[in-house]
Every structure is written in C-alpha cells, then in structure tokens.
C-alpha cells in the first residue's frame, strides 16, 4: 500500500531554515493537489501551505513570507522551504496528498505522512 514519505524535520535555531520533502513510497499516477499541515502539543492540526498540480497555491498567514511550497509534478515530490523559523513553528508537520491515484483507473484517495518534527529553538 502506498505511503507518503516526509524528510528534512529537525531542530533549528530561531531565523534558521529547513526545507520538508514529502514523495510517496511507491510509484503513483497522480495526485491532485499536495498539502503541508502541523500539529503543534494541545493543538489542532492546522493548515500550513497547500499546491495543486495546477500551481495554484495557499498559504496560512503564519506562513505567508516565510515558507515556500513548491512540488515536482513529474517526481510526484513536495516540498515545503521554512526561513525565518520562530519557536512557534515548532510542531510535527505532516504532508497530505490528496485525490491520489496509483493507476489511471483506479479509485482515488487521501493520504496523510507520518509526521516530521520541528523544533524550533529560542
């Protein structure tokens, strides 16, 4: 069964930079639209940026002027590049893939990662 792989979580300094990469374990036909959200402890998950596979984009207004979502169409890759990193960006970030067929026939369907953590320090 396909998953989505995420990579590039780790601890950074305040102002520091880290860019998140999420592909899916597995060669898939395609995915319409890519998301990057985060759970910080005793939150809700929220929304952090989201792409289609058109290059339309969204970001929260946490997000906006400091990250970059950007996806590999061909590569069925995201990614997501944090500058400015504040300690509350801290939380686990998870990537979604949604309406993601694994053939040109089959059903689609949603996908959550597995989470990457992001701590960022004072």
């Known amino acids: 069964q396909v998953q989505l792989v995420e990579s590039g979580g780790g601890l950074v300094q305040t102002g520091g930079s880290l860019r998140l990469s999420c592909a899916p374990s597995e060669r898939v036909f395609s995915i319409d639209s890519w998301g990057w959200y985060r759970q910080a402890p005793e939150k809700e998950r929220e929304m952090v940026a989201t792409i289609t596979d058109a290059g339309n984009y969204n970001y929260a207004e946490s997000a906006k002027g400091r990250f970059t979502i950007t996806a590999d169409i061909a590569e069925k890759t995201v990614f997501l590049q944090m500058n400015d990193l504040k300690p509350e960006d801290t939380a686990v970030y998870y990537c979604?893939?949604?309406?993601?067929?694994?053939?040109?026939?089959?059903?689609?369907?949603?996908?959550w990662g597995q989470g990457t953590q992001v701590t960022v320090s004072s």
């Open positions: 979604f893939a949604e309406m993601l067929k694994t053939t040109l026939m089959g059903e689609p369907s949603d996908l």
